[in-house]
Structure formats: C-alpha cells, structure tokens
Nanobody, 119 residues
C-alpha cells in the first residue's frame, strides 16, 4: 500500500500548480486529505475530500485551492491557484484507508511533493 504525490514545482507568485496523489493497494478510502509543512513550521491541514465527495478547506486556501478525486484512478488532485510565498511548503497526501485483510482504517502518509512560490 502506498500514497504517491506528484506535481510539485517552482512557480512565480500568482501562478498555478496541480498536485496529484495516487493511492495504491488499499481496498477503500473513507477520505483523503492534503497537508503542508513549511520550513520550521508545524504541518497544517489544507483540504479534505470524502468518499461522498464532500470537501473541506483551510481558511487560508479557501477560494484558491480546489480538491477533487478520480475514483477510477484512485487519485485525488489539488489545484492550486493564485499562489503566494506563504504557500511554499512540502505538500503531503494523507489517506484514511483500509488495507487488504484489515477491518479498520489506518492513516497513511505520502512522501510529499515540494511547492515553492517565488515573489
């Protein structure tokens, strides 16, 4: 089982990026989320999408970031727009998913993908 992020990079302020997170090996995911951690700061919640499509966002990204999912590809996306320097961070995918042969759900993390915004 694994969560693999991609799509990070360096952009100028005002630019956009699309992050992807592919979940592999799980039998089911109740919800999946994006978190981020800037250098020297705590990891913080960015956005979540449930298996019913319900989405939530941190106030700091509301209106600028959009989370979505493609269940056929077991992948979630995070569209980042109107980026600013405060968005610079490592972005991590988190899955609340069931592993094969397990009854309950476990929280797993991907390795992260770096987003750097220059002003």
């Amino acid at each position: 089982v694994q969560l693999v992020e991609s799509g990070g990079g360096s952009v100028q302020a005002g630019g956009s990026l699309r992050l992807s997170c592919k979940a592999s090996g799980y039998t089911y995911c109740q919800d999946m989320s994006w978190y981020r951690q800037a250098l020297g700061k705590m990891r913080e919640f960015v956005s979540r999408i449930g298996d019913n499509g319900l989405t939530t966002y941190a106030d700091s990204v509301k209106g600028r970031f959009t989370i979505s999912q493609d269940n056929t590809k077991n992948t979630i996306y995070l569209e980042l727009t109107r980026l600013n320097a405060d968005d610079t961070a490592m972005y991590y995918c988190q899955g609340n998913c069931r592993r094969p042969g397990w009854d309950g759900l476990t929280i797993d993390w991907g390795q992260g993908t770096q987003v750097t915004v220059s002003s």
